[in-house]
C-alpha cells in the first residue's frame, strides 16, 4: 500500500506512541517492580492522552476526509482509511481530560485487581470494578454509534464486527443445548481418566527450560519471539518482527503452562504472519474473535493433539523422570480429561464455552445497569453450581480469577467462545488437506504455520474472520463444527 506522506507521517507517530505505551504495560505486567506502578501509570495516562489528541486531531481529521475522495473505493488504501475515520468517529469528541482520567482508572484498576487477587479481596476492588464499567458506558457514548438502549451491543462489536447480544444469545443458546446435556454424559460415563501424573510437582526452572523446547517444536523464532511470566497470560504484538508472549507456572500443573504458552504463541504467530505491509494499519490488529480463533487453534487442535504429543513425548520423558513410564494413549487422555472445574484458563475443551457463557450473562447484567455488585461474587458463585456444579470457596478462583473487566474489557469474553468455534470450521478444512497428527509427528510445524499464513493470518483484519472462515471453507460461518467437533471427540474419549 502506498500512502500519501502525510498519512505515513500520521501512522507510524500513532505506532510510535502505542510502541511506548505497549513496551511500559509489558513490563509493568512481568518485569517492572510493583512498587513503582502508581507512577508509571500516571506517565502512561499521559502517553495515551498524548496519542489520542494526535489521532483526533482535527486539522488532520479533515485532511484525511479530504484524502479519502480522492482514492480508488476499491483499493486497501482506501478501505484503512474509512476504517480509521470510523474508528476516530467513535472517539472524537471525548474532552481530552475524560480520556486522560479513563485511561488513568483502568490503568489503577488493573493494578488493584492484581493486589486484590492475591490477598482474596473482592471488597477493595468492587469499588473500582463499577467505576470502570460505569465510566467505560460514559467514554462510549461519545460516539454516535452509541445507543444506550443497546450499549451491549456497541461494547461487543468492538471486539468482534457485527456482533451483537441477540446474535451471541443465539449462538450461546445453541452450546447449551448441545453442551451442557454431553457435560452430564461425560461426568456420569464409567469409564474414568487418572490424570494425577499432570499435578507432580515441577519447579519452575524445569518447567521454563521445557516451555523453551515447546517454542522450539512451535518453530518460534527466537529473534522475534520473547516468553515471561506473569499472573494472567497474555500476548504483546509489537510489529512484525517482535511478539512477546507470557506464561505462568503452578508447581502442581505443568500441563497449564503448556496449553497457555501454545495459546499465547497463536496469537503471536498471528501477529508475526500477518502480511508486513500492513504493519501499523487498521489492518494488522484483527479483531478479537479472530485473534482468539488462532490461539484456541493452537491450544486445542494442536497442542492438545495426538500427533503434538507423540512428538514431544521423548522430551518430556528425558527431561521428567516422574514421566518415564507414561504411554502416549494414556497421556493423550489425561490432556483431554474433561473435569468441571472454577478456572477458565485451565479448563478442558468440553467445559470452556460455560466459563464463557457465564462471564457473558454476567457482563450482561453491569452493562444493562442491572448488576448488584456487592452480590456479584454470590452471583459468579451461583452459575457455576448451576451449569458446572462447582462452587469457589474464594473470589480469587471466583469473580476475581480474570483481569478484563479490571481495563474495561467488557465484550472480550464472549469472543473467546466465538473464536473457538471459528477454530473448530478452519481446522475441519485444514485435515482435509493436510495430515496433521503426521505433520506434527514428524517434527514439521512449518505446514501447518504455512497453511494458516496462506489461509488466514495474511489477511489480518482486511476481512473479517466471518469472512475469512467463508473463503478457506467454502461456506457461512456454522457454529455445528464448534458442537459436533466437541461431539464426537468426547463421545470417543469417554465410550459414551
Not at 500512502?3 to 518485569?31: C, D, G, H, R, W
Not at 492484581?114 to 460514559?138: C, G, M
Request: charged share 30%; glycine share 4%; hydrophobic share 35%.
Amino acid at each position: 500500500m502506498k500512502f500519501e506522506p502525510f498519512y505515513e507521517k500520521y501512522i507510524k507517530t500513532i505506532q510510535a506512541f502505542q510502541l511506548a505505551v505497549n513496551t511500559i504495560s509489558f513490563e509493568q505486567m512481568t518485569i517492572a517492580p510493583k512498587k513503582g506502578v502508581p507512577y508509571s501509570n500516571e506517565m502512561l495516562a499521559i502517553l495515551q492522552t498524548e496519542c489520542f489528541q494526535v489521532e483526533n486531531n482535527p486539522e488532520t481529521i479533515q485532511k484525511m476526509q479530504d484524502y479519502l475522495k480522492t482514492l480508488d473505493s476499491d483499493s486497501l488504501e482506501y478501505k484503512e482509511v474509512f476504517l480509521r475515520l470510523q474508528k476516530i468517529s467513535d472517539t472524537q469528541t471525548i474532552p481530552n481530560d475524560e480520556y486522560q482520567k479513563y485511561m488513568k482508572l483502568r490503568n489503577d484498576s488493573m493494578m488493584v485487581w492484581h493486589e486484590a487477587k492475591a490477598s482474596n479481596d473482592y471488597e477493595s476492588f468492587k469499588p473500582y470494578l463499577k467505576n470502570v464499567v460505569e465510566t467505560t458506558l460514559k467514554i462510549s457514548s461519545y460516539s454516535n454509534r452509541f445507543n444506550k438502549e443497546k450499549a451491549y451491543d456497541y461494547l461487543l462489536d468492538q471486539y468482534e464486527k457485527g456482533m451483537t447480544e441477540e446474535k451471541y444469545d443465539i449462538f450461546f443458546s445453541k452450546v447449551k443445548e448441545k453442551i451442557i446435556p454431553l457435560i452430564k454424559k461425560v461426568n456420569q460415563s464409567p469409564y474414568t481418566i487418572d490424570d494425577a501424573l499432570l499435578h507432580v510437582r515441577i519447579d519452575e526452572e524445569k518447567q521454563d527450560i521445557f516451555m523453551k523446547s515447546i517454542l522450539k517444536f512451535l518453530q518460534a523464532d527466537p529473534g522475534k519471539v520473547f516468553l515471561s511470566t506473569t499472573e494472567h497470560p497474555f500476548t504483546s504484538s509489537f510489529s512484525p518482527a517482535d511478539a512477546r508472549i507470557t506464561t505462568h507456572y503452578y508447581p502442581d500443573r505443568f500441563l497449564s503452562a503448556i496449553l497457555s504458552t501454545v495459546h499465547e504463541y497463536g496469537h503471536a504467530l498471528y501477529g508475526l504472519q500477518v502480511d508486513e505491509d500492513y504493519a501499523g494499519t487498521m489492518f494488522y490488529d484483527p479483531y478479537c474473535a479472530a485473534h482468539e480463533s488462532q490461539s484456541r487453534f493452537l491450544e486445542n487442535h494442536i497442542g492438545r493433539s495426538k500427533g503434538f504429543w507423540k512428538a514431544i513425548l521423548p522430551s518430556l520423558k528425558e527431561q521428567f523422570e516422574e514421566f518415564k513410564d507414561v504411554t502416549l494413549e494414556e497421556l493423550y487422555e489425561m490432556i483431554n480429561k474433561s473435569e468441571c472445574g472454577l478456572i477458565r484458563t485451565e479448563a478442558d475443551e468440553l467445559t470452556y464455552p460455560l466459563h464463557i457463557l457465564i462471564r457473558y450473562e454476567l457482563e450482561k447484567e453491569m452493562v444493562n445497569g442491572t448488576m448488584d455488585y456487592d452480590k456479584l461474587p454470590e452471583l459468579w458463585a451461583d452459575k457455576y453450581e448451576s451449569y458446572l456444579q462447582v462452587r469457589p470457596a474464594t473470589d480469587t478462583e471466583g469473580v476475581l480469577q480474570d483481569i478484563h473487566w479490571s481495563d474495561g474489557s467488557f465484550g472480550y469474553f464472549p469472543s473467546y467462545a466465538l473464536g473457538s468455534a471459528y477454530a473448530a470450521q478452519i481446522y475441519a478444512t485444514m485435515v482435509k488437506e493436510i495430515d496433521v497428527d503426521e505433520v506434527l509427528q514428524s517434527h514439521r510445524f512449518e505446514i501447518v504455520t504455512d497453511w494458516l499464513k496462506e489461509n488466514v493470518h495474511k489477511y489480518g483484519a482486511s476481512l473479517s474472520m466471518e469472512e475469512i472462515v467463508e473463503k478457506v471453507t467454502k461456506e457461512p460461518f456454522n457454529p455445528d463444527y464448534y458442537i459436533n467437533y466437541l461431539t464426537e471427540k468426547y463421545t470417543k474419549l469417554y465410550k459414551l
